[in-house]
């Protein structure tokens, strides 16, 4: 669960928003945030939940995945600036991490406690890292089912060749990218799980649908205790 698991789905928008954006406003410093960078549009807030997990948050009303701004062309780029929170991940764990070892997460509408947007930093859990390394080569730059379930669900995916999705948009991605999304973008969780391509640095894009059967949380793809980072060096 994340911070956000609380009785008001607002919460995440008033800590930003009462207290980070003032604070940096008046030059006294993001806190409780980590940081937040008015031009790039994000803020980044240490989730309560977890030994390290950064969570990335516009500081403008977005009610989530399925908020049409995040669309238009002068939509933050929150997942560039969760990236940038890998550093903040590796600074709380005390060591680097390499890069296929960091996911960033959003889940859709119905599978999220907190009506803001927010998109989850943390460590890939340790199955899900294994499943991605052996099917990395099988992905190119569409989408497609993949023929292995993840946490027990089938996800799409595609290779993003990108060092830190500042040239590219994963929501925008996905809209474009996976039939109906653009139009139920809400019922999409998606994830980006950094990758090495031959030699180049890349992400890993994951998108499932929610349904009463389950799907729509890609966070599951994450392991918020980074039980391998935290281990012996």
């Known amino acids: 669960m994340p911070l956000s698991a609380h009785a008001d789905p607002k919460v995440l928008w008033r800590i930003v928003q009462d207290a980070c954006l003032p604070h940096a406003e008046a030059g006294e410093g993001p806190k409780p945030c ?38 238009a062309p002068d939509a ?4 560039a600036g969760a990236w940038k929170a890998k550093a903040l991940l590796e600074a709380r764990l005390g060591r ?24 989850h930093v943390d460590c890939v859990a340790a199955p899900v890292a294994e499943a991605l390394a052996a099917y990395r080569s099988t ?18 995916a595609r290779r993003l060749k990108s060092a830190d999705l500042s040239d590219a948009e994963p929501l925008k991605v996905l809209a474009d990218g996976v039939e109906g999304a653009k139009a139920q973008m809400g019922a999409f969780s998606l994830a980006a799980v ?13 998108a499932d649908r929610f349904s009463l059967e389950g799907g729509g949380h890609s966070e599951d793809l994450q392991d918020h205790d980074c039980t391998d980072a935290r281990g012996p060096a």
């Open 139 to 156: 992905l190119d730059d569409h989408w497609s089912a993949m023929t292995i379930p993840l946490q027990g669900q089938v996800y799409f």
């Open 194 to 206: 950094g990758a090495t391509f031959d030699g180049e640095p890349g992400f890993i894009l994951l």
């Open 76 to 79: 933050p780029n929150v997942f």
């Open 96 to 119: 680097p991490l390499a890069r296929d070892a960091v996911a960033l997460t959003i889940n859709s509408t119905w599978a999220r406690s907190q009506d803001q947007l927010h998109v």
């Open 34 to 71: 980590e940081s937040i960078d008015l031009a790039e549009g994000v803020a980044i807030l240490k989730d309560r939940v977890g030994a390290a997990q950064m969570l990335a948050i516009p500081p403008r009303r977005v009610t989530g995945i399925e908020d049409r701004q995040m669309l």
